[in-house]
């Protein structure tokens, strides 16, 4: 500690542009794996939120919600079986209009689903005939409490009840319709799409049975979007390990010979290696706090067009992780510093 | 009685196929309070003698007696324990680490030394650094830089001294200087100190003359 700091201070412009490489390297890697959970959040919240843990689809319907159908026989073998554990959902998705103004539609996603069951938010009240709890995210498009809005395919006009949270499905905000409201705007009321479970189910003959995660990542454009962003952060973190092992190699390698002179004197091997990783540990633990602060700055200003989540687990998370990539650049280092013989000091090779 | 005292060594180094033997049978010993300069041509094995003096290296053959301790099959840690507490050195270029301010040159010894820690800036300001002691190495001149790698040798308080060509990067007039000071505080504190150098105007300085050549040494009459 005591050649690490006075060394940061005797050289402290070379050492904060090593820290300016770290903060812009993690604050990258949060900004994208943020961008990836708000873009995932955008398109599975919808299911993500709910208690549910598995979801009985038709057979040969691919994991897709709008691939599947299922009859009121179906539901019967599965209601007398687990009760209060299953209920229907329909999904579908449509647009929706300002009542007076053909011109600005809003794609949407109708989840039709019985109000007692857990599938239901837990703001949704009982309502009237033709009042609807809706996803907040449909603020952003001018829509509050109290307005109406026609549903573009089949003129039918809803009353927004309330928001409930930001649920979404495929980037759509979501409108949560009872059986009842359903059968005025969808064709067949009749059939639905799935059956989701409280339980963790794993067969069932006659069925697709998928848990949850299965059914989000086959949400279309789900898969697609996480694996580039996550792609793009495995990079990030692999040139990450690369550009600071070699930043820090050339930094250590001009040192070379003060590490002799240093082992020569009765420095311990151990004491200089500690030296190291103390050195490359603050330097990186300062990047990491200031792109987190950077971070927690963008996401107050980030706009509603761009979704943007990131959890304190994942912040914290990536931050360990990135101070684990940091440690282990130093090793390149640490293997020249182990073997500098304090030799060299004497005979005026330095 | 001898601080440092060499008994027959031999340093072999594999070349190529064949072995290179760079000092033959060598056998010396210094005092205390005695300051000892060794002599000779470069290649002569002036560096290998001093490594094997300051436990940076262990001889092939011989004993090396320090304070009547065999060193010579020393481990590493032991050799590190040694040159922190027994041993000063005093390179040719001064070798201070270029981010500690002068008084933390030796700040930093006694940190990582159990030694009782000595009145550092008080050595300092002995040898006329006292205006110097918060600069960086870079903003002093040569010589002062190696006043201060003279300090750091003693600061320890070690009973041996080793200089490696102290004043190769000195003028004469510096040069000089530099050699005194080593000489005024081996006689005061009653140390024992080893010289490696070329230099022979510095050599009236000096209490007795080794030479060096093709890896055997002899004492030369004063």
Redesign the interface.
């Known amino acids: 500690m005591?050649?690490t700091l006075?060394?940061l201070?005797?050289?402290k412009w070379k050492f904060s542009a090593l820290g300016l490489i770290i903060f812009l390297i993690v604050f990258l890697v949060l900004f994208i794996t943020g961008l990836a959970n708000g873009l995932a959040n955008d398109s599975g919240s919808a299911i993500k939120d709910t208690p549910a843990e598995t979801f009985v689809l038709q057979k040969g319907s691919q994991a897709r919600l709008n691939r599947s159908k299922l009859t009121e026989q179906d539901w019967q073998n599965f209601q007398n079986k687990y009760h209060n554990d299953v209920t229907k959902l329909s999904v579908a998705q449509m647009t929706i209009q300002k009542q007076n103004n053909a011109s600005k539609k809003t794609d949407i996603a109708y989840f039709v689903i019985n109000q007692d069951s857990f599938l239901a938010p837990k703001s949704i009240k009982k309502t009237d005939s033709n009042q609807v709890y809706v996803s907040r995210k449909l603020e952003s498009d001018g829509y509050k409490v109290g307005d109406s809005f026609k549903d573009s395919n089949s003129g039918k006009t809803f009353k927004i009840a309330g928001f409930t949270n930001t649920e979404s499905y495929s980037h759509s905000p979501v409108i949560y319709l009872n059986n009842r409201q359903a059968k005025n705007i969808l064709p067949d009321s009749n059939s639905f799409n799935a059956i989701a479970v409280k339980k963790n189910l794993t067969k069932k003959s006659g069925y697709q049975v998928i848990s949850k995660q299965t059914l989000i990542n086959n949400i279309p454009g789900y898969s697609a979007e996480q694996s580039s962003l996550y792609l793009m952060i495995g990079f990030l973190y692999l040139i990450s390990l690369f550009v600071l092992a070699v930043f820090f190699y050339i930094i250590n390698l001009q040192k070379i010979?003060?590490f002799g002179?240093?082992?020569?004197?009765?420095?311990?091997t151990g004491?200089l290696v500690r030296h190291i990783l103390t050195e490359m540990g603050l330097l990186s633990v300062s990047g990491i706090l200031v792109s987190f602060l950077v971070t927690y700055l963008i996401k107050l200003k980030m706009p509603a067009s761009m979704p943007f989540s990131l959890s304190l687990t994942t912040l914290l998370g990536t931050g360990l992780l990135f101070l684990i990539i940091a440690l282990l650049s130093a090793l390149l280092s640490l293997i020249k510093v182990v073997k500098i013989d304090?030799?060299n000091?004497?005979?005026?090779n330095? | 009685m001898s601080v440092l005292e060499l008994k027959n060594i031999i340093k072999n180094y594999p070349d190529g196929e064949n072995v290179n033997e760079v000092l033959k049978d060598i056998s010396f010993q210094v005092k205390k309070g005695e300051f000892a300069a060794i002599m000779g041509p470069s290649g002569a094995g002036k560096s290998t003698l001093l490594t094997i003096m300051g436990a940076l290296l262990s001889p092939s053959s011989g004993t090396v007696l320090l304070n009547n301790q065999d060193i010579s099959h020393f481990s590493k840690n032991q050799q590190i324990q040694l040159r922190l507490n027994e041993i000063g050195f005093i390179f040719q270029n001064s070798d201070l680490i270029p981010y500690l301010k002068i008084s933390e040159q030796l700040q930093f010894i006694q940190k990582i030394s159990d030694k009782k820690p000595t009145d550092a800036i008080a050595i300092l300001k002995q040898l006329g650094l006292g205006h110097r002691l918060n600069s960086y190495p870079n903003a002093l001149s040569g010589g002062e830089k190696q006043r201060v790698a003279i300090a750091r040798a003693f600061i320890n308080q070690p009973d041996l001294i080793l200089a490696d060509e102290p004043t190769a990067s000195l003028d004469s007039k510096r040069g000089r200087e530099v050699v005194q000071i080593i000489q005024e505080t081996v006689h005061q504190q009653n140390k024992a100190a080893v010289m490696v150098t070329h230099d022979e105007r510095i050599l009236d300085l000096v209490d007795s003359i080794w030479q060096i050549e093709d890896g055997k040494l002899k004492k030369v009459n004063k």
């Open positions: 005591y050649l006075r060394e201070r005797h050289d010979s003060d002179t240093l082992k020569a004197l009765g420095t311990k004491y304090p030799i000091a004497i005979g005026g330095n």
